[in-house]
């Protein structure tokens, strides 16, 4: 009855619609039927995870930018745990870059071992999430 009511609300070739031609949804990923309201919302959550790793890349940059200089000066450090957790927050690229760049924390390998799990650990938690949302919306 469902199939039908469908059928009938769009016919092939009754409208401009390219989709309409084959009588088929346009938004499909693997077979897998995506509504315009879900589509947005990943497109949304996408845009909005990309940002804060941007936001926080350069907030975690500036941070090992800052420690480095403090570093030199003898002055008041940001703390092994504050670098680790703004990396694990998503700004892990940006610390990445900072060590690089600053060549600060890149001999003391017990941090390089830290910084490595909280990287594994930030991916694992954002694909896990990216996988149950995918697979979540019936079909």
């Known amino acids: ?13 009754s409208g401009s619609d390219p ?6 949804s346009p938004l499909t990923l693997r ?11 990943m497109m ?9 790793i941007g936001v926080l890349s350069l907030v975690c940059f500036l941070a090992y ?12 450090r940001v703390s092994e745990r504050t670098l680790h957790l703004l990396a694990f927050l998503g700004g892990w690229p940006g610390a990445l870059m900072g060590q690089r760049q600053f060549r600060h924390k890149t001999q003391k390998a017990a941090f390089r071992v830290v910084f490595w799990m909280v990287v ?3 991916v694992g938690i954002v694909g896990a999430a990216a996988y ?3 697979t979540s919306h019936p079909a």
């Open 31 to 41: 077979g897998t039927s995506l509504l315009k309201g879900e589509q947005q919302d």
């Open 120 to 122: 594994a650990l930030h």
């Open 65 to 76: 930018g800052l420690d480095k200089r403090q570093a030199g000066n003898g002055g008041r």
């Open 1 to 13: 009855m469902a199939g039908q009511v469908q059928s009938r609300a769009r016919e092939p070739g």
């Open 132 to 134: 149950v949302f995918a």
């Open 19 to 24: 989709a309409s031609e084959t009588g088929r």
């Open 44 to 52: 949304v959550a996408t845009a909005v995870y990309v940002i804060v």
